[in-house]
């Protein structure tokens, strides 16, 4: 009898230990309600930017209103970073935004290192990306009218990955028959 008594205690603790496991890794990796707010240029020189609804804060009961939410600056152009992450706060009141933080991910390897914001409040003529970030945050009701996209929910990375997907360029039928197929092409030979 002592045995199974072990073993239903191992077997308490080993559930307990993958679901808090489970749950490490879900705030690791966090699942996003990703929504195309702007995209710009075209070729290699196109910028989407991605906003998360899941990181908007709600609006806070002070008089000034703030809301913040996290945007992703995602470039096609492989000399430069995957992409830049903003933290960016509204006062949707006075018709401002501000950088509260910023962090750039390698394209390369992902590794993320922090980047210089100015924290000044900027008039939603500063540019597109935060007229549109604003117009997320501040009216909500027009998210489909403004052309805003939803791309649905899952985490940062399976989201940067459509994006570059998207915006690589495109593949001749015979590529997309022998990505289709898994066929690898022969290395080169010398």
């Not at 308490?12 to 996003?32: E, F, K, R, V």
């Not at 935004?97 to 100015?118: E, P, Q």
């Not at 990375?157 to 066929?183: F, H, V, W």
Request: aromatic residues 10%.
């Amino acid at each position: 009898m002592s045995f199974f008594l072990r073993f239903k205690n191992y077997a308490i603790l080993t559930t307990l230990l993958t679901a808090s496991a489970s749950a490490i890794a879900d705030n690791a990796n966090p699942i996003g309600d990703w929504w195309r707010v702007l995209s710009i240029g075209t070729g290699k020189n196109n910028i989407v930017f991605v906003a998360d609804l899941n990181s908007m804060t709600p609006r806070s009961k002070t008089a000034g209103g703030f809301q913040s939410v996290e945007v992703n600056q995602i470039f096609a152009d492989s000399s430069k970073p995957l992409a830049d992450v903003y933290t960016v706060e509204v006062q949707c009141s006075k018709q401002r935004a501000r950088f509260l933080k910023g962090t750039s991910i390698d394209r390369t390897n992902n590794a993320r290192r922090d980047l210089k914001v100015s924290n000044k409040w900027l008039t939603l003529d500063y540019d597109k990306a935060i007229l549109n970030t604003f117009a997320f945050v501040c009216n909500p009701q027009d998210r489909n009218f403004n052309g805003f996209i939803s791309l649905g929910k899952f985490n940062q990375m399976k989201m940067l990955d459509i994006i570059t997907d998207l915006q690589a360029p495109p593949k001749s039928p015979m590529d997309e028959l022998d990505y289709i197929l898994g066929n690898q092409k022969p290395a080169k030979s010398l």
